[in-house]
């Protein structure tokens, strides 16, 4: 279990005994009572250090037996409740973490899988120096094996980690693009028998594209437009407002609409949709406005037209979305990944 966060504690005292309102409650801090707080933290950066290093050395244990492997489940767990902690989950690297996280990844049993995967997406989540250490260590082609893994919660834990471990990274994102992200994301996001699944894999879609916009293009011809339709027809409301959330910000390019438009089935998802939401009583209703917002202004864009001259990103074979001839698979010659602070996604309300 993690440990109390002395160094929280010690600031939230002093703030309240420097703010009391009542002066007869009010005591002075001395600095024999800060020198204890700072003993006591350090005391406790000590203790869990030991103890990850006493998790770790247990984790390294090749006994495979249902005994050990229950047991590994139980530390695993402790370990994603420790290292929620920044400083804790860069302690880990620290002490050699990375190659027994490694290690259990590729573990013959599906739940200790699932279980690294998840650690490994707590240690990397908003870290950059740890999205770094673990994507320089070879993190990436096990979590990229895992997507395909015969195990369920294994895909899906695969994507969180594949999420975490490039959110706001450019060089994570690159590097997963470069080893199929969206063909993989594709095949997860049409597997319906997974609704969890399908959502996370439409929503990391969504960073893919916007992160370089020109993927759309390969995306379209490898069943982009079918994959969203269907997200949009699905029974899960977390899948039908991730398809949609995906959609909108890709109706941002002209070529992407004029595609939408010539895709009867994807249109009539949209209208069933539409239908659906505006029949909903208003309780029901209110827990989907997100999704009537976002398709809505799907339709809207789709009514508005999208600009004068069809888009080859996704109509032609060569082009990214711009209409750049690239000639090497969507990625214009000497240019830079778009970054996605350089587009302008649509910034819809409850979008993912």
Same mark, same amino acid.
């Not at 024999?32 to 000590?46: G, N, V």
């Not at 673990?134 to 919660?153: C, H, K, M, S």
């Given at each position: 279990?993690?440990?109390?966060?002395? #160094?929280?504690?010690?600031?939230?005292?002093?703030?309240?005994?420097?703010?009391?309102?009542?002066?007869?409650?009010?005591?002075?801090?001395?600095?024999?009572?800060?020198?204890?707080?700072?003993?006591?933290?350090?005391?406790?950066?000590?203790?869990?250090?030991?103890?990850?290093?006493?998790? #770790?050395?247990?984790?390294?244990?090749?006994?495979?037996?249902?005994?050990?492997?229950?047991?590994?489940? #139980?530390?695993?767990?402790?370990?994603?409740?420790?290292?929620?902690?920044?400083?804790?989950?860069?302690?880990?690297?620290?002490?050699?973490?990375?190659?027994?996280?490694?290690?259990?990844?590729?573990?013959?049993?599906?739940?200790?899988?699932?279980?690294?995967?998840?650690?490994?997406?707590?240690?990397?989540?908003?870290?950059?120096?740890?999205?770094?250490?673990?994507?320089?260590?070879?993190?990436?082609?096990?979590?990229?094996?895992?997507?395909?893994?015969?195990?369920?919660?294994?895909?899906? #834990?695969?994507?969180?980690?594949?999420?975490?471990?490039?959110?706001?990274?450019?060089?994570?994102?690159?590097?997963?693009?470069?080893?199929?992200?969206?063909?993989?994301?594709?095949?997860?996001?049409?597997?319906?028998?997974?609704?969890?699944?399908?959502?996370?894999?439409?929503?990391?879609?969504?960073?893919?594209?916007?992160?370089?916009?020109?993927?759309?293009? $390969?995306?379209?011809?490898?069943?982009?437009?079918?994959?969203?339709?269907?997200?949009?027809?699905?029974?899960?409301?977390?899948?039908?407002?991730?398809?949609?959330?995906?959609?909108?910000?890709?109706?941002?390019?002209?070529?992407?609409?004029?595609?939408?438009?010539?895709?009867?089935?994807?249109?009539?998802?949209?209208?069933?949709?539409?239908?659906?939401?505006?029949?909903?009583?208003?309780?029901?209703?209110?827990?989907?406005?997100?999704?009537?917002?976002?398709?809505?202004?799907?339709?809207?864009?789709?009514?508005?037209?999208? $600009?004068?001259?069809?888009?080859?990103?996704?109509?032609?074979?060569?082009?990214?979305?711009?209409?750049?001839?690239?000639?090497?698979? $969507?990625?214009?010659?000497?240019?830079?990944?778009?970054?996605?602070?350089?587009?302008?996604?649509?910034?819809?309300? $409850?979008?993912?």
């Amino acid at each position: 279990m993690a440990q109390p966060d002395w #160094k929280g504690l010690f600031e939230w005292s002093i703030q309240q005994q420097d703010h009391s309102n009542d002066p007869s409650t009010r005591r002075r801090i001395t600095e024999e009572d800060r020198r204890w707080f700072m003993e006591a933290m350090q005391s406790q950066t000590e203790d869990v250090t030991k103890r990850l290093r006493g998790i #770790k050395g247990a984790l390294d244990d090749k006994d495979d037996s249902d005994a050990q492997v229950g047991e590994k489940l #139980k530390l695993l767990d402790d370990l994603i409740e420790i290292v929620e902690h920044i400083d804790y989950a860069k302690d880990l690297t620290h002490i050699g973490g990375l190659p027994t996280l490694l290690g259990l990844l590729g573990s013959a049993h599906a739940p200790v899988r699932a279980s690294a995967a998840e650690v490994v997406a707590t240690c990397v989540q908003n870290h950059p120096p740890v999205q770094t250490h673990f994507l320089e260590g070879g993190v990436l082609p096990r979590l990229l094996q895992l997507v395909q893994d015969p195990d369920p919660t294994c895909r899906r #834990k695969a994507l969180l980690a594949l999420s975490c471990l490039t959110r706001h990274n450019d060089a994570a994102m690159d590097a997963f693009r470069a080893e199929g992200a969206v063909d993989l994301l594709l095949v997860a996001a049409r597997d319906s028998s997974d609704p969890r699944q399908q959502r996370k894999a439409l929503q990391l879609l969504r960073e893919v594209f916007r992160h370089r916009p020109a993927d759309v293009r $390969g995306a379209a011809r490898a069943g982009l437009m079918p994959a969203i339709a269907d997200g949009i027809a699905s029974a899960d409301a977390g899948v039908r407002e991730a398809a949609l959330a995906l959609l909108a910000l890709l109706v941002q390019h002209p070529g992407v609409v004029q595609a939408v438009q010539a895709d009867e089935r994807l249109k009539q998802r949209l209208k069933e949709n539409e239908h659906r939401l505006n029949n909903l009583d208003i309780e029901d209703l209110d827990a989907e406005r997100d999704q009537l917002a976002l398709t809505e202004h799907i339709l809207e864009k789709l009514n508005g037209g999208g $600009g004068p001259e069809p888009d080859p990103a996704v109509a032609g074979p060569d082009a990214t979305v711009d209409g750049t001839d690239s000639g090497r698979g $969507g990625q214009a010659p000497d240019q830079a990944p778009a970054k996605a602070s350089e587009e302008q996604p649509v910034m819809m309300l $409850g979008a993912p």
